[in-house]
Structures are given as structure tokens and as C-alpha cells.
């Protein structure tokens, strides 16, 4: 069977307090709108990453229709890039095996990140470049919204990247388009291949309201 993988990595630093349970409702209704779908949840599978001052797996890479509800983040501490990166790649590298063990065609796996700020660790490239170097590196789109960086998060991001609108006044609504954005892809990359009887292709959204696309031209 062909699976293609997904991760949210979620910052949940204390910066995020005030929004933190609008993006869990977001996980929650993306939760429904997957795992009642047969089709689109039995080729893809999720799993679901916090991150502060350290880095937690919170829901390892699960069907999602074998799952009752997804954990929820919690915000608190700093915003270690770093953590972030180092656990996704252990996680990577350790679903997709298992996944190959099993028989099943993997995707490259597609991350969704999210941040509303700058990462409070310097040497945060350094796990960021190894994730990259890594056998089954990951597609990233990447988005920041309130006090993030533009350019860190073009950096961080090798697909796509996008940056809540300038005076854009509420971070609770940019939170409901990214989880909705992340629905979206995972419904179109899969039903697009079903229909058309060929293997899946990642899709994303070129445009999500309340965002601005951002350049990931680079020197």
C-alpha cells in the first residue's frame, strides 16, 4: 500500500498561550474531517510534534482513524528550533522504516510547521542541516505568524512558505487557516491520485487567506 506521511510541528512556547487552544480545536477538526474518511486515512498517516524549550512527540505517526482524539499542546517555555528539528528526524527515520517493514510504499514524508516567533537557540541549523541530510528528509511548509521571522521561516521551509498578513489582527484565525491549509493537503494529495488512478503528488495550497506567500529564493 502507498502511504504518504504527515507531521505538524507545532510551537507552543509561552508566546502562544492566548491562541493555543484555537490551534488545538484547528487539530481537533482536522482530526474529524481525516479519520472519516477511509480513503484519504488509509493512505496517509499523521503524527503530531510540540515544541518549547524542548521538543515532544505528542501523537507518534498514527492512522488517524484508528485514534479518538489527537493529544493537545500546551504552552509554556522558549522556542527551541533546534529540539524541534532533531526529534522530527528521529521520528522520520523511524516511521519510515517501519512503515517499509511492513510492505508499504512510502511518500517522502510533508511537514507543516508553524511558529510565532524567532527561534531562542543559535545553533538551531546545525539539527536543521542534518534533517536535510538525513535518507528520507521531509518536503517543509512552513508558516509563521505573530512576532516570527520572515526570513527564518523561509529558511526553514523547502516546499512552500507563508507569513500571516502585515496588521493582520488576530493570530486565532491565521491558527484555523494553517490547520485548515494542512487539511486541504491532505485531502487533495490523495484524492488527486485516486481519481486519476496514478500514485500520489503532494498538493498544497499556492495562496492561504489571512497569509502572504513568501519567497524561498536563496543564495
Same mark, same amino acid.
Given at each position: 500500500?502507498? *502511504?504518504?506521511?504527515?507531521?505538524?510541528?507545532?510551537?507552543?512556547?509561552?508566546?502562544?498561550? $492566548?491562541? *493555543?487552544?484555537?490551534? /488545538?480545536?484547528?487539530?481537533?477538526?482536522?482530526? +474529524?474531517? &481525516?479519520?472519516? /474518511?477511509?480513503?484519504?486515512?488509509?493512505?496517509?498517516?499523521?503524527?503530531?510534534?510540540?515544541?518549547?524549550?524542548? $521538543?515532544?512527540?505528542?501523537?507518534?505517526?498514527?492512522?488517524?482513524?484508528? =485514534?479518538?482524539?489527537? #493529544? %493537545?499542546?500546551?504552552? @509554556?517555555?522558549?522556542? @527551541?528550533?533546534? /529540539?524541534?528539528?532533531?526529534?522530527?528526524?528521529?521520528? *522520520?527515520?523511524?516511521?519510515?522504516?517501519?512503515?517499509?517493514?511492513?510492505?508499504?510504499?512510502?511518500?517522502? !514524508?510533508?511537514?507543516?510547521?508553524?511558529?510565532?516567533?524567532? !527561534?531562542?537557540?543559535?545553533?538551531?541549523?546545525?539539527?536543521? +542541516?542534518?534533517?536535510?541530510?538525513? $535518507?528520507?528528509?521531509?518536503?517543509? &511548509? %512552513?508558516?509563521? *505568524?505573530?512576532?516570527?521571522?520572515?526570513?527564518?521561516?523561509?529558511?526553514?521551509?523547502?516546499?512552500?512558505?507563508?507569513?500571516?498578513?502585515?496588521?493582520?489582527? /488576530? #493570530?486565532?484565525?491565521? =491558527?484555523?487557516?494553517?490547520? $485548515?491549509?494542512?487539511?486541504?493537503? &491532505?485531502?487533495?494529495?490523495?484524492?488527486?491520485?485516486?481519481? %486519476?488512478?496514478?500514485?500520489?503528488?503532494?498538493?498544497?495550497?499556492?495562496?492561504?487567506?489571512?497569509?502572504?506567500?513568501?519567497?524561498?529564493?536563496?543564495?
Amino acid at each position: 500500500m502507498q *502511504i504518504l506521511p504527515f507531521y505538524a510541528v507545532c510551537d507552543e512556547s509561552g508566546s502562544m498561550s $492566548a491562541d *493555543i487552544d484555537t490551534l /488545538n480545536k484547528a487539530l481537533f477538526d482536522l482530526h +474529524q474531517e &481525516i479519520s472519516t /474518511n477511509p480513503t484519504i486515512a488509509d493512505k496517509t498517516r499523521f503524527g503530531l510534534i510540540g515544541f518549547s524549550t524542548d $521538543a515532544h512527540e505528542l501523537q507518534p505517526l498514527v492512522d488517524l482513524s484508528d =485514534l479518538d482524539e489527537l #493529544p %493537545a499542546l500546551e504552552a @509554556s517555555g522558549l522556542t @527551541s528550533f533546534g /529540539n524541534a528539528f532533531e526529534l522530527l528526524r528521529q521520528a *522520520i527515520e523511524r516511521d519510515v522504516r517501519s512503515l517499509k517493514a511492513d510492505g508499504h510504499d512510502v511518500y517522502r !514524508p510533508v511537514v507543516f510547521f508553524l511558529s510565532d516567533g524567532v !527561534p531562542t537557540d543559535s545553533d538551531w541549523d546545525r539539527p536543521y +542541516q542534518d534533517l536535510l541530510a538525513a $535518507a528520507f528528509r521531509p518536503h517543509i &511548509i %512552513a508558516f509563521g *505568524i505573530g512576532q516570527a521571522d520572515r526570513s527564518v521561516i523561509a529558511r526553514v521551509a523547502t516546499f512552500k512558505a507563508f507569513m500571516q498578513d502585515e496588521g493582520a489582527a /488576530n #493570530p486565532a484565525v491565521a =491558527l484555523r487557516e494553517f490547520a $485548515a491549509s494542512l487539511t486541504r493537503s &491532505i485531502v487533495r494529495s490523495v484524492s488527486g491520485a485516486t481519481e %486519476a488512478g496514478q500514485g500520489m503528488s503532494l498538493q498544497v495550497d499556492d495562496h492561504v487567506p489571512g497569509f502572504t506567500s513568501v519567497s524561498l529564493d536563496k543564495l
